[in-house]
């Protein structure tokens, strides 16, 4: 059956009621509000209730910078965690839910693939339990109550050249990137230039991710700064009283979404936030509460190791008190031959040469992992049905050469089977001890810290500030903002800030164009290259290919 589509192998599975899921993990009814018979909210609030309780062992799976091969690692996480309930080990996913941008742009279903899925994969894949929507009308909101503010007289002194919130919607729409509203008269507003986000990029998703509770949360979005008034001070949500409003419409989003793989181990999906620009990582609460309840969590970060491991490491670990017990790096044979040069159209030919040149992406990522943080790395290799012997002997060869295990993970093709080697590793190597280390102190300023990612983690001979760029970082230091964590945004294909420098470049200097503060969040945002908030639709959206019958059933999700 694995000619099937992701869609077709997932409807074709018997799902388990959500309550019967999670009964041997001692959870009731009561603990759980159903969204129908397969989906339901787990209650924040228990983390307090469960402080006490011992934590289980947190697996973070990370990749190799991704290339359009593909790399596979929502599909290799949830195959690991497969793979350790079928050897007996009391388990949990803790994944982000996909944005529907992507979703109809370029990347299509984001919920693993083949026989290793999370369920109900349509309902993931669309508008879910609401989280997002919920998301962006708190966003809006905010801005409606900014714009008003304005428009009755502007009692804070709001410059409106330096208001900094923009509206955002779940889309890709290039158009809405930049615009001008207010327009047709004084009732209509105060005409100004504008623009909106991707709501996964919107700060309101970070803080929904970080928060640790609704009080953590109000407190959270009261400290968003969305202007600067003409004496170039933070104007905030709290100065437009608009949290509480805000907090009420997140009542149900801050409950992390219950649902299950195709094996029936309960999956925690929720929060979204982008890792190229954004913070890459699902929900704290999702986290601790899974680590409450099982023995193994097994957690993803958006992206390469540059990107989504290094934002879990020095924003949400750091942030939300949280350690990973081992880290997965996921490869395949075709996207390290794209990393060593190799042509799309040309992957299916076997090139041991090509994987060789690309291994140095890989092992720059293990030297991260293992000498920057400090933790035990395992390598997955996700099996593609033409990946040839010499090729993945390459592999197992350079990895020997560093004293780094290596597994095949071949999940996609036999789920929790295919997974068992790796998730034996896995266990094996969270008995080591380990001490983890953070790429940057908080005290050093916002440029060593800029410096030390680019040198530590991306390999680069350090940075390049434009003026506009110092001219932030003076700002936000002089405001207070200085010791806060920085979220790079950065392109996801390259350790550099190029998308077309692959494998593992050297000597770089990454530009700065930008920095603006998340207060909320805790974080310094960082926009480098030509990274963008909003993305575009691609000339072949995969919409076109998104239908459905009159029966209801779905096609083109993968």
């Known amino acids: 059956m694995t000619h099937l589509t992701d869609i077709g192998i997932a409807n074709s599975i018997e799902m388990a009621p959500i309550k019967e899921v999670v009964a041997s993990f001692g959870l009731t009814q009561e603990d759980i509000t159903l969204y129908g018979n397969y989906k339901a909210k787990l209650d924040a609030s228990q983390i ?42 009391k388990t949990m996913l803790a994944l982000r839910e996909p944005s529907l941008g992507p979703v109809f742009g370029m990347k299509g279903g984001a919920a693993g693939g083949g026989y290793a899925q999370v369920v109900p994969m349509e309902d993931i894949n669309l508008h879910f339990t609401g989280d997002f929507h919920a998301i962006s009308a708190a966003n809006n909101l905010l801005a409606a109550m900014l714009d008003n503010h304005i428009h009755h007289g502007n009692d804070l002194n709001i410059d409106t050249r330096q208001i900094t919130w923009k509206r955002v919607v779940d889309m890709n729409d290039r158009q809405l990137r930049y615009i001008v509203d207010g327009l047709n008269g004084k009732t209509n507003g105060v005409p100004r230039e504008d623009g909106f986000d991707i709501t996964v990029a919107s700060e309101i998703m970070a803080i929904l991710c970080l928060a640790d509770n609704m009080s953590d949360l109000k407190e959270r979005l009261k400290a968003i700064v969305v202007a600067y008034n003409y004496d170039d001070k933070a104007v905030t949500a709290g100065d437009l009283k608009a949290e509480g409003a805000m907090s009420v419409l997140l009542k149900d989003a801050i409950h992390p979404n219950l649902v299950q793989t195709l094996e029936k181990t309960p999956a925690l999906v929720h929060g979204g936030p982008f890792a190229n620009i954004a913070h890459g990582c699902n929900s704290v609460i999702a986290t601790k509460l899974a680590l409450k309840y099982a023995d193994y969590v097994v957690t993803e970060a958006g992206f390469g190791a540059d990107l989504g491991a290094e934002k879990f490491i020095d924003i949400k670990c750091r942030l939300g008190g949280v350690k990973p017990d081992v880290v997965v790096l996921v490869a395949t044979v075709r996207a390290l031959k794209m990393h060593g040069g190799v042509a799309k159209n040309e992957l299916e030919i076997e090139n041991g040469e090509a994987v060789e040149k690309g291994l140095t992406n890989l092992v720059k990522h293990i030297e991260t992992i293992r000498e920057v943080y400090g933790l035990p790395v395992v390598v997955a290799i996700n099996k593609f049905p033409l990946d040839t012997k010499k090729e993945l002997q390459v592999i197992h060869e350079a990895c020997e050469k560093l004293d780094i295990p290596v597994e095949l993970s071949d999940v996609w093709a036999k789920g929790g089977k295919g997974g068992e080697d790796l998730a034996r590793k896995v266990i094996e190597l969270a008995k080591t001890p380990s001490e983890l280390s953070f790429t940057y102190e908080l005290t050093d300023t916002i440029e060593e810290k800029l410096t030390k990612i680019v040198q530590k983690i991306y390999g680069g001979a350090g940075i390049e500030l434009t003026a506009k760029a110092r001219k932030d970082i003076k700002q936000l230091e002089e405001l207070g903002f200085g010791d806060l964590p920085i979220c790079m945004a950065k392109t996801q294909y390259s350790l550099s800030d190029n998308p077309a420098l692959m494998g593992a470049p050297k000597d770089f200097i990454v530009t700065i164009r930008e920095l603006k503060v998340s207060a909320g969040a805790g974080f310094i945002v960082a926009l480098t290259g030509n990274i963008m908030t909003m993305p575009g639709l691609p000339k072949t959206p995969a919409a076109e290919n998104i239908d459905i019958d009159n029966e209801g059933n779905i096609t083109g999700l993968f």
């Open 48 to 89: 307090e209730e469960l402080s006490e309780e011992k934590d289980g062992k947190l697996i973070l799976v990370t990749a190799i910078n991704p290339t359009p091969a593909g790399e596979g690692k929502t599909t290799t996480s949830v195959g690991l965690a497969d793979g350790l309930s079928s050897l007996g080990e």
